[in-house]
């Protein structure tokens, strides 16, 4: 590729970049929490038929995954699952394939006066466009939309087949992007523009979700004696999870890409309900917890370990004697992936053309990170054999309040995305 | 009072002692918890119309009560605080008044599969009538009604006026009871049939009730540090108030009527709630706690000190330094009370009167109790200058799943309450 057509390609993404703006914000405003993706769903679909792709919109169906690797349990229905994927096909072909994958499922916002402005009601300050998924992920899912424009907008198509997927379930299960496998989906690589700064993820850990339910014998608070409170029981129950959490820590189970990390796999207490009154003694406490685990790290023995020490904890409180805790696997059974064990040329060449597009756009090398959450590239890694480059735009307080994602920043992710694509993919005339 | 008569009126009791049971299940079958007291209000207001009672049903106003003694701060509307009196006149007169007072509302059921049978639906076994709010306190509720019907069905009337109340809000402020004192009823002794095994309640404690809310910054779980979660971060406030707790049970503290008691005041965290998404860093903790003192010990400095003590504890938690806990004041601002220390005539004769009553039906001796949790009765003790005698049935698991009244001890408290009105008020024939 010509200097003079990276330099066009460029161009047509600065050309564009109001709309892509206010087509971000537009995709933020929809409240597209887990179970209500559905609008914002549609909304990238039209957006990708208007764009004269081939869309595949389906509702995910469990029987159809559920015996896969990667499988993570569901707690909610999957009535509202719908994943959608706008396909470009190469006319003459030869190129090599890509998948530009993204979700379009948000965290809650929490208490929305803890935001300075409503979270579902973008907007820009200081160049930074404000809400919640703004980072994680639409600004990522727009890029990857906003790169394919700029190479039409060039005369340019991509030489080999793309698959833009907008997925579900990134944040609680990734079940969105393993029925996107399970439907056929396959590419050379794959490109998922998560908020990591525009640095090149090379591992990520697993998470492992669960809820531990405590439930036992109420009574007035006028007789209650110590130890028969369900609240209250949970606390060693949370300190022994913490001492496990420090022994995974330690310095000899880490991976290499962690080995430089304390702390890098986090127990995270993130929800508790318990209870019912205030005089009445707590009979039942339910708190969730996400904890992380290696690369390379058994995901049964993790959770067998993980029993144990509720298992062990639950003996020492009186409360807990009569009625053992319960877990129940909640969410994410999520392995951890290091793209910098996949020695395959697919991966190096793949890699080789992000850092070229990366300089292009930047004039600097592509910074490594090994970074301390998942994302829905285990499953191109470790399922498909796929190379996953996850690299995205600089955002800030995902998962906090007044998320905020740096519009710059993606402007830059946008550009060296349109580079890889014409370079990882060869491209041809419209 | 004749032999003769004594057995008469508890015939009388015996006699009608189906359809009370009855009246009980249809009343506990009443989902009369805070805010939904209504129907089953409109149910006592019926039973008592259709009784020749003049009956007195309106709806509790802040504004007449707010300013007065013993008033608790309202966390919830009081569109639905309706309370109900029933008032017979004498017609004679010249015996002495009496208030009977219950109270309508129940706690919450909690989690209803829990309970063995739904806690709505009431089944007597064993000589138990199961349900929510059966022991507390309608099994007392309805004891006050059938007690009256029994004279009734003598031939009997009180020659005094009797006031018959099923108010609201016993069990989160008692604000109920403040309105009837509030809109004018007075009499020379209460009786109130809360569930305490037929023992005379000699002493109650005051009870305190508090919110406390954590909120800080969330982020996501991958980069949350140590001592950033609200959660967490209340387990050493929690920690704290039980130091607090055992300060104030210390020997020195305690009133001659607890005096025995090594830890009459019990501290309960009620309830807690928090935080949105397993993989979010929670933001936000909100924890319920009841406390109680001892008569004679000062709300004022009761709740200072507990303010004192959360300011401390927070300042000792980094995720607490930038934004310091709440304390909302959400229920009970109660003060003991001693009907031991009421030295008063009438209180004299008001509890010799309930003595021979009890030991006319049972044989025995009346035992007397100090308490470990407050009752309506404080509105009577100390701000209308008026004995208040807390004595009623058998119950257990109040506030707990599976709560019961056991029948027979129903049936014998009614009587001695019919033996106790017509001693009381004295008697002329309707």
């Given at each position: 590729m010509t200097d003079a057509m990276k330099s066009r390609i460029c161009y047509a993404v600065d050309t564009a970049f109001d709309q892509q703006v206010s087509f971000l914000a537009a995709l933020t405003a929809f409240r597209s929490t887990r179970g209500n993706e559905q609008a914002a769903q549609d909304f990238m679909a039209e957006a990708l038929v208007a764009r004269g792709y081939e869309v595949d919109r389906w509702q995910?169906?469990?029987?159809?995954?559920?015996?896969?690797?990667?499988?993570?349990?569901?707690?909610?229905?999957?009535?509202?699952?719908?994943n959608v994927v706008g396909t470009h096909r190469?006319?003459?072909?030869?190129?090599?394939?890509?998948?530009?994958?993204?979700?379009?499922?948000?965290?809650?916002?929490?208490?929305?006066?803890?935001?300075?402005?409503?979270?579902?009601?973008?907007?820009?300050?200081?160049?930074?466009?404000?809400?919640?998924?703004?980072?994680?992920?639409?600004?990522?899912?727009?890029?990857?939309?906003?790169?394919?424009?700029?190479?039409?907008?060039?005369?340019?198509?991509?030489?080999?087949?793309?698959?833009?997927?907008?997925?579900?379930?990134?944040?609680?299960?990734?079940?969105?992007?393993?029925?996107?496998?399970?439907?056929?989906?396959?590419?050379?690589?794959?490109?998922?523009?998560?908020?990591?700064?525009?640095?090149?993820?090379?591992?990520?850990?697993?998470?492992?979700?669960?809820?531990?339910?405590?439930?036992?014998?109420?009574?007035?608070v006028a007789y209650a004696g110590s130890g028969s409170n369900a609240i209250e029981a949970a606390i060693p129950l949370i300190d022994?999870?913490?001492?496990?959490?420090?022994?995974?820590?330690?310095?000899?189970?880490?991976?290499?890409?962690?080995?430089?990390?304390?702390?890098?796999?986090?127990?995270?207490?993130?929800?508790?309900?318990?209870?019912?009154?205030?005089?009445s003694v707590p009979a039942w406490c339910v708190f969730d917890v996400r904890m992380a685990i290696f690369p390379g790290q058994s995901l049964d023995a993790a959770q067998a370990e993980i029993g144990q020490v509720i298992r062990d904890a639950?003996?020492?409180?009186?409360?807990?004697?009569?009625?053992?805790?319960?877990?129940?696997?909640?969410?994410?059974?999520?392995?951890?992936?290091?793209?910098?064990?996949?020695?395959?040329?697919?991966?190096?060449?793949?890699?080789?053309?992000?850092?070229?597009?990366h300089r292009g756009v930047t004039g600097a090398g592509l910074t490594r990170e090994a970074i301390t959450a998942t994302t829905?590239?285990?499953?191109?890694?470790?399922?498909?054999?796929?190379?996953?480059l996850v690299y995205g735009p600089r955002a800030e307080a995902i998962h906090g309040f007044n998320e905020r994602v740096e519009l710059d920043s993606m402007r830059r992710i946008t550009k060296s995305t349109a580079l890889f694509i014409a370079d990882w993919c060869g491209t041809e005339e419209i």
């Open positions: 995910i169906d469990l029987d159809e995954i559920r015996h896969l690797p990667g499988f993570s349990p569901v707690a909610e229905p999957y009535d509202d699952a719908v190469a006319k003459a072909g030869g190129g090599r394939s890509l998948i530009l994958n993204g979700h379009i499922d948000v965290v809650p916002a929490g208490p929305e006066e803890m935001w300075d402005s409503p979270p579902f009601e973008p907007r820009v300050a200081d160049g930074w466009l404000y809400g919640r998924g703004a980072g994680d992920m639409k600004a990522g899912l727009v890029s990857n939309l906003f790169a394919l424009d700029a190479l039409r907008a060039c005369g340019l198509a991509p030489c080999g087949d793309i698959h833009v997927q907008s997925v579900v379930e990134e944040e609680c299960t990734g079940n969105g992007a393993l029925a996107c496998l399970a439907r056929g989906y396959r590419a050379d690589a794959a490109l998922i523009p998560e908020p990591f700064s525009e640095h090149l993820v090379t591992a990520q850990l697993g998470v492992i979700w669960f809820q531990v339910h405590l439930k036992g014998l109420p009574t007035h022994a999870l913490h001492r496990m959490e420090a022994r995974w820590n330690a310095a000899a189970n880490r991976t290499a890409d962690y080995a430089h990390m304390d702390h890098a796999l986090n127990l995270n207490v993130g929800r508790i309900a318990g209870g019912d009154w205030t005089s639950a003996s020492e409180v009186p409360f807990l004697r009569e009625a053992r805790p319960e877990i129940v696997w909640h969410g994410f059974l999520a392995e951890g992936y290091a793209l910098s064990q996949d020695s395959s040329a697919r991966a190096t060449e793949a890699i080789g053309a992000l850092e070229a597009a829905d590239a285990r499953f191109f890694g470790l399922y498909a054999d796929t190379p996953a």
